[in-house]
């Protein structure tokens, strides 16, 4: 026969306030019988915010990784409105939404936490075919580079850019030879059409930011606000590689503004309100 619990375990229990936790995943059984089958993988539906998880096993044994996969947010209210932030970084919500490669390594790592890590932490395209084994010069000295790679980034709030960083390190010997950036507004609805269509997206649209700009290998380059062409509101980029190669990170520093880009399931609707002492064309 059992016992009761004491007052000190359930005390201990309450501490724990179990009813306050929403359920995220259901008690799911688990496959560890091949390495192949070890990775579990659970959707999730909630569209809430959250700053804690808490994995519970049954009954007992070992766990060897969590990963927890979302999208990441900041209290923009709780910014210094002096102070620049990175409006693409990863971990305040800004994500890659569109590509035209990533054959060894996805757009979305180059704006990853912290510095890289090695060359597999960031953008890698493979060698674009259409490129000749000696690339020439014209008559202005410059290489002339067929084609170009691109990324498309949804910032993590609408903002002005103020300050780029490319940072090519570890790529040494497969760095591009230039880069350029373009912003545009877009609503939710014309995001969602623009990755169905490839970004596919009129020319007309985008707006130079960075102008082509060369780069060297394995070397962090920033350019500040006197080499950028563009002081408007934005809320995506596109980061252009030419002609193809390896980025390990991109940081888009600036000011976030009150315009605001509405989520899915929000508003269908897009509310412009810039705040006084940005240069703006809206």
């Not at 359930?10 to 929403?22: G, Y």
């Not at 609503?187 to 623009?194: A, C, G, R, V, Y």
């Not at 809320?235 to 976030?256: E, N, Q």
């Amino acid at each position: 026969m059992g016992v009761a619990a004491t007052p000190e375990e359930l005390e201990a229990v309450a501490e724990l306030r179990s009813s306050d936790w929403d359920l995220l995943v259901p008690m799911t059984e688990l496959k560890p019988e091949k390495p192949a089958s070890s990775h579990n993988y659970f959707p999730v539906n909630s569209q809430q915010k959250w700053t804690h998880v808490r994995l519970n096993m049954f009954p007992d044994g070992g766990i060897a990784r969590l990963r927890v996969y979302g999208v990441g947010h900041k209290d923009w209210t709780a910014a210094d409105p002096k102070e620049p932030l990175d409006l693409v970084a990863m971990a305040y919500g800004g994500a890659c939404v569109g590509f035209s490669n990533a054959h060894f390594g996805h757009p979305n790592k180059m704006i990853g936490v912290g510095p890289p890590r090695s060359a597999a932490d960031g953008w890698e395209t493979a060698r674009r075919p259409d490129r000749p084994p000696v690339l020439e010069l014209n008559g202005d000295g410059e290489l002339l580079i067929p084609g170009c790679e691109w990324a498309v980034f949804r910032l993590a709030h609408p903002g002005v850019i103020t300050q780029i960083e490319v940072d090519t390190t570890y790529f040494k010997g497969n760095s591009p030879a230039s880069c350029s950036l373009d912003g545009c507004i877009l609503t939710t609805q014309e995001e969602e059409d623009m990755i169905r269509q490839k970004w596919d997206l009129p020319g007309h649209r985008w707006k130079a930011l960075l102008p082509v700009t060369q780069l060297s290998p394995h070397r962090s380059h920033v350019l500040d606000s006197l080499t950028l062409e563009l002081q408007d509101v934005v809320t995506h980029a596109r980061l252009t590689i030419c002609p193809d190669g390896g980025v390990s990170r991109l940081r888009l520093k600036g000011f976030p503004s009150s315009i605001c880009l509405l989520r899915p399931r929000d508003k269908p609707m897009m509310r412009f309100s810039v705040k006084a002492g940005f240069r703006s064309n809206l």
